[in-house]
């Protein structure tokens, strides 16, 4: 149920998604290569795939902060009704 004030308190933590995604986008990296050069190809494909996860989801991070604040309407827009009660 909406209180109506999450248009005024709601944020996204699209930075720190960006610097946690970058983490995990080394040590995703440093795992494909590490497992690779000790001959564990299951391991190197996982980390690869991880990979591929993490690097898909840093495109999507640097769109949405590219795209910049949305509109978020203000306090002279009423809350939405609660949902009627059932039999």
């Known amino acids: 149920m909406r209180t109506g004030s999450e248009p005024a308190t709601a944020r996204s933590a699209l930075r720190a998604r960006l610097w946690l995604s970058l983490w995990g986008l080394v040590w995703a990296i440093a795992g494909t290569v590490a497992f690779a ?43 939405y009704r609660p949902p009627e009660p059932r039999p």
């Open 37 to 79: 050069l000790v001959g564990r190809p299951g391991w190197a494909a996982a980390f690869g795939v991880l990979w591929l996860i993490i690097t898909i989801d840093l495109a999507v991070i640097l769109r949405h902060i590219r795209q910049g604040p949305h509109y978020q309407p203000g306090p002279d827009v009423p809350p």
